[in-house]
């Protein structure tokens, strides 16, 4: 199976045990618009189809317990078949997709990556406790 991350997920944003086996990411993106979500934790995005752009990787996840990633994502969040473009390709991948209210706090990612827009805004992704999901 793949799946698209975009967010906390991507290689290099965290180091999440529940992500162990899981294959290295070729880069893609995908329709939708992108939110950046504030969390005492640190933050994490949101992707609701729509029109736009967002950048995130493919990654292998046949091996992987895909239990612990829907539980870690919440209830926030439903995990769909989507295409994704990867390598000049339309292929299908799951994603995590926002199903909940946006929060009033949470701005657009105008580019679509979220890990730029950590670096331009010097915010920090959310860290490795489970707590909350992303």
């Known amino acids: 199976m793949l799946l698209f991350v975009y967010g906390v997920l991507r290689e290099g944003l965290g180091d999440w045990p ?12 995908a ?4 939110f950046a979500i504030p969390d005492p934790q ?11 752009t967002v950048i995130g990787a493919v990654r292998d996840a046949s091996r992987i317990d895909m239990a612990a990633v829907d539980a870690f994502e919440g209830a926030d969040y439903a995990r769909r078949p989507i295409s994704v473009l990867c ?7 799951e994603a995590y997709l926002w199903t909940a209210p946006l929060p009033a706090r949470a701005p657009r990612i105008a580019h679509g ?3 730029r ?5 010097g915010r920090a992704p959310l860290g490795n406790t489970p707590s909350r999901a992303r």
């Open 18 to 29: 529940f992500l162990a086996g899981i294959g290295p990411g070729r880069t893609a993106t």
């Open 31 to 34: 329709s939708g618009a992108l």
């Open 42 to 52: 640190g933050w994490y995005p949101a992707l609701v189809p729509g029109e736009g």
């Open 87 to 93: 390598a000049g390709e339309t292929i299908m991948a």
């Open 113 to 115: 990556d979220f890990a």
């Open 117 to 121: 827009w950590l670096a331009e805004t």
